[in-house]
């Protein structure tokens, strides 16, 4: 069974920093490519970024800059730095693994940034 389980969020000040975490089972996580995606109040689910099995990454524009995507292949593990953050970064967070022909997703951490 595919697992991906997602830690590290919170309530955080605008220009805060926050790093999440995304464990993964059940697959070989090492070959392949990793995403995270974020939905906040009222807004369709937003790809934040990726990663590729050799390290490359993407951002969307809204947050180049300031987050970071990691994978460490030893631990299964995804994570995603955030930095500066801005109220509009308040969402769920959820990573994802492309398997079979769909898409898996984690069941998502809550952060929300806010004074």
């Known amino acids: ?5 997602e830690s590290g969020g919170g309530l ?3 220009g805060g920093s926050l790093r999440l975490s995304c464990a993964a089972s ?5 070959r392949y490519g990793m995403s995270w995606a974020r939905q906040g109040p009222g807004k369709a689910r937003e790809l934040v970024a990726q ?9 969307a524009d809204s947050v180049a800059g300031r987050f970071t995507i990691s994978r460490d292949n030893d631990k299964n593990t995804v994570y995603l730095q955030m ?5 509009e ?3 769920v967070y959820s990573c994802a693994a492309p398997i079979g022909t769909t898409y898996v997703w984690g069941q998502g951490t809550q952060v929300t940034v806010s004074s």
């Open 89 to 91: 970064d308040t969402a």
């Open 51 to 59: 990663i590729t099995t050799t390290g490359g990454s993407n951002y």
């Open 12 to 14: 955080v000040q605008p």
């Open 1 to 5: 069974q595919v697992r991906l389980v």
């Open 26 to 30: 059940g697959f070989t996580f090492r």
């Open 83 to 87: 930095n500066s953050l801005k109220p």
